[in-house]
Antibody
Framework: QVQLVQSGAEVKEPGASVKVSCKASGYTFTSYAIHWVRQAPGQRLEWMGWINAGNANTKYSQEFQGRVTFTRDTSASTAYMELSSLKSEDTAVYYC???????????WGQGTLVTVSS | QSVLTQPPSVSGAPGQRVTISCTGSSSNIGAGYDVHWYQQLPGIAPKLLIYGNTNRPSGVPDRFSGSKSGTSASLAISGLQAEDEADYYCHSYDSSLSGYVFGTGTKVTVL
C-alpha cells in the first residue's frame, strides 16, 4: 500500500538546523509531488511548500522562504526537509504528504516532532 | 498568510447531525479551486476525509459529506458517533499565494 514513513523525533538548540526524511513506498516516487506541513502544539496545520519528486522543482511558502530547503533522493524514494536558523517557535510536528489529483494530500507521513530548546 | 476560516468547535449528541463551515475568498474557494477535508484524531497524522469538494475516499463512511458554494464549503457529519471526536481541517489552493492554505480547524465533541 502507499505509505510515507518519516524519521524520528529531534531535539535541537536555537540557531541549529534540522533535516527530516520521508521515505515513500507502494508507488512510483517520481510521479508525485511531496508537500511539507507543520503543526505547532495546539495549533492549526501550516503549509510549508512542496517538491516535485520527478524534476526536483520546489515551491516554498513565503513564511519559510530562505530558511527551508526541500530535496529528494530518487534512488532511495525519499524526500527531505531541512529547516535552518531554528527558533523556539519552530517547535512542531512536521508532516510530509503526497499530492494526488485534484491537489489533495493523501497519504500523510506519521509526523516528526522537532523540539527547539536550549 | 491567507487562511480558511472555520468555527473553533461544534458539538452534538450521538446520532445527531453537525456541520462545519469553511469560509474562504475569491483567491481560493471562490476562484473554483477544490476543497478537501481532513480528520485528525488526537496525536495522529491527518487523514483525508473528503476530496474534490464532495468525494469520499474508499473506506470513509457515507455519514460524512461535503459541499461547496461560492466562497465557502461545508462538511456534514450525520449519525454522529463517539469515534468522530477529532479535529477537522479544510484545505484548498490559493492563487494569490501560489500555494496551499488550511482552515483554522474545528474540534468536534460528541456529548
Amino acid at each position: 500500500q502507499v505509505q510515507l514513513v518519516q524519521s524520528g523525533a529531534e531535539v535541537k538548540e536555537p540557531g541549529a538546523s534540522v533535516k527530516v526524511s520521508c521515505k515513500a513506498s507502494g508507488y512510483t516516487f517520481t510521479s508525485y509531488a511531496i508537500h511539507w506541513v507543520r503543526q505547532a502544539p495546539g495549533q492549526r496545520l501550516e503549509w510549508m511548500g512542496w517538491i516535485n519528486a520527478g524534476n526536483a522543482n520546489t515551491k516554498y511558502s513565503q513564511e519559510f522562504q530562505g530558511r527551508v530547503t526541500f530535496t529528494r533522493d530518487t534512488s532511495a524514494s525519499t524526500a527531505y526537509m531541512e529547516l535552518s536558523s531554528l527558533k523556539s517557535e519552530d517547535t512542531a510536528v512536521y508532516y510530509c504528504a503526497r499530492e494526488g489529483p485534484p491537489r489533495k494530500f493523501d497519504p500523510w507521513g506519521q509526523g516528526t516532532l522537532v523540539t527547539v530548546s536550549s | 498568510q491567507s487562511v480558511l476560516t472555520q468555527p473553533p468547535s461544534v458539538s452534538g449528541a450521538p446520532g445527531q447531525r453537525v456541520t462545519i463551515s469553511c469560509t474562504g475568498s475569491s483567491s481560493n474557494i471562490g476562484a473554483g479551486y477544490d476543497v478537501h477535508w481532513y480528520q485528525q484524531l488526537p496525536g495522529i497524522a491527518p487523514k483525508l476525509l473528503i476530496y474534490g469538494n464532495t468525494n469520499r475516499p474508499s473506506g470513509v463512511p457515507d455519514r460524512f459529506s461535503g459541499s461547496k458554494s461560492g466562497t465557502s464549503a461545508s462538511l456534514a457529519i450525520s449519525g454522529l458517533q463517539a469515534e468522530d471526536e477529532a479535529d477537522y481541517y479544510c484545505h484548498s489552493y490559493d492563487s494569490s499565494l501560489s500555494g496551499y492554505v488550511f482552515g483554522t480547524g474545528t474540534k468536534v465533541t460528541v456529548l
